[in-house]
């Protein structure tokens, strides 16, 4: 009954402010109670619209049901109090952060749609650019660690000869002709050993400083990160267009964004009751994903299904222990902290920043289109004229074109 009365009185002050937001929502909440008849009238007054049928059964029912109020603890609906107007503002900011999140991922989408092919080529052919500035060092090396295993593996095998040898001569007679014949070899074998070790620190000595001359050039590391930006490009490009989403019109498109604020008010895990949080997590995970691939008609089923008495009472409808309401304060203080901080984030990125300075969206993708696609033949005669500077110069070089025919 108090609940009743309470969300009456509500009701009541929203009409005078001309407020229906509140008022829906507030016949939802009731909804949710148990209610007589007198209140059954109220409600269909106010689903009529007939608000000035529904004031005056409101007032006649508040007069005719006061006397069964019970005391109120007026620390305790201070509390309460603080609380719905820190779930308020929390909700508010939740809103403001999805409104940030979609507008950059709508954006970012877009962007990968209409742009991705000619990036995706752009950053190839710089990685390709680069390899050519910096592939003669990477040939130098190729070709000293090539000779250094070759020398290596010469090494491996005679050590295993000498293993070898080593158990047999301590089986014969060291003063026998086949010991001295044996030990011959073993020798020879060691001084080779000695001789292909020394080459092998030389070779090593090679390896190494062309390793570092192709560690020491600054275009070697610009090829290593056009390397990295191509294939974390193409991985980013092949997700948005695998990625489905259902196609939606500007009024759609609203629509969905209403739809999507409504449900996330009737149940998000922030304003809940410790005790339905989860169930309110797993509601908003199914919203979210809805949400992501535009599923209208899912996204609104989900909020008809909350409206029609699936949704969650507030923590501040529920909650009657101050020393609980005053925990939920503090979380819900914090909570609103760790919210602004990463509206903020978000508002300072860059790609909120660049939407921010786009006035027409459609000119903007089209000459940005047009920069990539100039810049992409200017890359490519580059590179052509790199690799015919590359073939000239192995079909004039006989070492190199040898080295080609080998390899």
């Known amino acids: 009954m108090q609940q009743i009365l309470k969300r009456l009185e509500l009701i009541k002050t929203s009409i005078a402010l001309e407020d229906e937001e509140i008022i829906e929502l507030q016949i939802i909440k009731i909804k949710s109670l148990s209610y007589d008849a007198e209140v059954g009238n109220i409600i269909t007054a106010l689903e009529s619209s007939d608000f000035a049928v529904a004031m005056q059964a409101i007032e006649t029912y508040i007069t005719d049901n006061t006397g069964l109020m019970v005391y109120e603890d007026k620390e305790l609906s201070g509390l309460k109090l603080e609380l719905k107007v820190l779930e308020r503002h929390l909700l508010n900011l939740v809103e403001q952060k999805n409104d940030c999140d979609t507008d950059i991922d709508a954006f970012n989408h877009e ?22 500035h910096i592939s ?30 080593e158990p047999l001569l301590e089986d014969l007679d060291e003063f026998s002709d086949e010991y001295d ?5 073993y020798q020879t074998l060691k ?33 290593e990160e056009a390397q990295e930006d191509s294939a974390s490009f193409e991985q980013e490009y092949i997700d948005f267009i695998a990625e489905e989403t ?18 996330c008010r009737l149940c998000h895990p922030d304003t809940v009751p410790d005790e339905l949080k989860q169930q309110a997590h797993a509601i908003m995970l199914e919203l979210n994903a809805a949400k992501k691939i535009k599923d209208l008609e899912r996204v609104n089923e989900i909020l008809l299904s909350l409206q029609t008495g699936g949704s969650f009472d507030v923590a501040s409808d529920t909650i009657q222990d101050k020393a609980l309401l005053s925990r939920k304060i ?31 969206k459609e000119a903007y993708f089209v000459e940005l289109k047009m920069q990539l696609e100039t810049e992409s033949e200017q890359l490519k005669q580059q590179l052509q004229g790199l690799e015919n500077e590359e073939h000239e110069k192995v079909t004039s070089d006989p070492e190199d074109n040898y080295w080609t025919e080998e390899f």
Do not use: W
């Open 111 to 132: 962007y990968s749609i209409r742009l991705g092919a000619i990036i995706q080529e752009v950053l190839g052919l710089r990685e390709k650019i680069l390899y050519q």
């Open 330 to 360: 503090t979380e819900t203080k914090d909570r609103i902290n760790a919210v602004e901080l990463e509206i903020n984030e978000l508002e300072l990125s860059e790609p909120f920043q660049l939407i921010k300075t786009i006035d027409d």
């Open 246 to 263: 259902l196609p939606l019109n500007e009024e759609q498109e609203q629509e969905l964004k209403l739809a999507y604020r409504k449900a």
């Open 191 to 223: 001084e080779d050993l000695n001789q292909q070790e020394e080459l092998l620190t030389e070779k090593r000595n090679e390896v190494k400083q062309a390793s570092d001359n192709l560690d020491d050039d600054p275009i070697n590391a610009e090829y």
């Open 181 to 185: 014949e044996l030990y011959a070899d």
């Open 136 to 165: 003669v060092k990477k040939k130098a090396f190729s070709e000293s660690k090539a000779e250094y295993d070759a020398v290596k593996k010469t090494v491996v095998e005679a050590k295993r000869k000498i293993a070898d040898i």
